[in-house]
């Protein structure tokens, strides 16, 4: 059977570099990138592209009826800093979009879904070092309570309706092709913009703010991975705890100065402060290691060095 892909969100920080992938590794015509606007030139010209809002059931089924679409990538979210200024919206679109392919795929419209979590879901009661796969969770964000209850509704669709939903607690995401927007984790790509701009940055978290974070190539080859796996390795069907480094502002800015030695940072912490106050600052992903084989290959210096090499040049 042809294998056809839809990816909502298409045109966002993640949603960007997987359609590119799956595009080199199905061919353009096999993956249509869908989204409320238009993106970047290569997303446009690779492939088949469609304005559609994933809140809209009818839309939305009637572009997977279209292109006889088999697998979906939800990546439409609203994320942890916007949604705190817009508390219904932000559940409202990333729930219904959540319940409109999770239905498609119980009414076998479509044969496996892919959706994202986050370290959003833990709270200032989780154990915050080498957070473990099962621990208390309590989100105090708006975004982190859509996430954690999207999590439940994956493993009840799962359970229910033998849905094969896959999903990933992604860390903050260190990407140059397109910018995040809305998070709290977005620091740690605009400190690279800036270094080479400005050679000054202010952030708004502050000095010693741990959080866990990823390279973009780390966390698309691990979406791949985790889709690509036999069902029967996947032990978890909420969502999977996945790691790569973890560091705070201080530290990133040390890194970014063997490259660019008048590089300043200095801090002015806003209400994003107290998003990341209450997420863990390292995970411990065992499980996606034993399930799926995943391992990650981007470090902190790596990663700036790819930053830094690609922002500079492209
Ligand atoms: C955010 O900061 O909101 C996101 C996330 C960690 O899910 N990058």
């Known amino acids: 059977m ?18 590119l992938a799956l595009r080199q590794m199905h061919g353009g015509a096999h993956v249509i990138a869908s989204d409320i606007r238009e993106g970047s030139e290569n997303l446009m ?36 800093a916007t949604a705190e200024k817009f508390p219904m919206r932000a559940w409202n679109l990333n729930m219904n979009t959540l319940f409109n392919v999770l239905n498609l795929a119980k009414d076998k419209k479509i044969d496996k879904v892919f959706w994202p979590s986050s370290i959003a879901v833990f709270g200032p009661n989780t154990p915050e070092n080498s ?16 996430k954690q209850s999207g999590e439940r509704w994956c493993n009840y669709y799962h359970n229910k309706y033998g849905v094969d939903v896959r999903s990933i607690r992604y860390p903050g995401l260190i990407s140059w092709k397109t910018m995040p927007g809305g998070g709290t984790t977005d620091y740690a790509v605009e400190i690279y913009h800036k270094a080479l701009s400005e050679q000054k940055y202010t952030c708004f978290l502050e ?29 978890i069907r909420s969502s999977y705890n996945l ?25 002015e912490p806003d209400f994003r402060q107290a998003i990341a106050d209450t997420w863990p600052n390292s995970i411990d992903d065992s499980q996606a290691q034993n399930d799926w084989g995943w391992k990650p290959k981007f470090d902190l210096e790596k990663t700036t060095e790819e930053m830094l090499n690609n922002l500079a040049t492209n």
């Open 2 to 19: 042809q294998k056809y892909i839809l990816i909502i969100g298409a045109c966002g920080q993640i949603g960007t570099e997987l359609t």
């Open 131 to 146: 957070t473990p796969q099962n621990t208390i969770m309590e989100p105090t964000t708006v975004y982190g309570i859509s």
């Open 207 to 235: 000095a010693d703010t741990e959080l866990p974070m990823m390279f973009m190539d780390d966390a698309i080859r691990a979406t791949l991975e985790l889709m690509n796996t036999e069902p029967e390795n996947i032990k």
């Open 243 to 267: 790691a790569a480094m973890s560091f705070n502002p201080a530290q990133i800015a040390e890194i970014i100065k063997k490259y660019i030695k008048d590089f300043e940072i200095s801090y």
């Open 45 to 80: 010209e690779t492939g088949p592209f469609e304005i559609l809002d994933a809140t809209d059931y009818d839309a939305l089924e009637e572009v997977i009826a279209y292109y006889e679409i088999n697998e979906v990538y939800l990546m439409a979210a609203m994320l942890s």
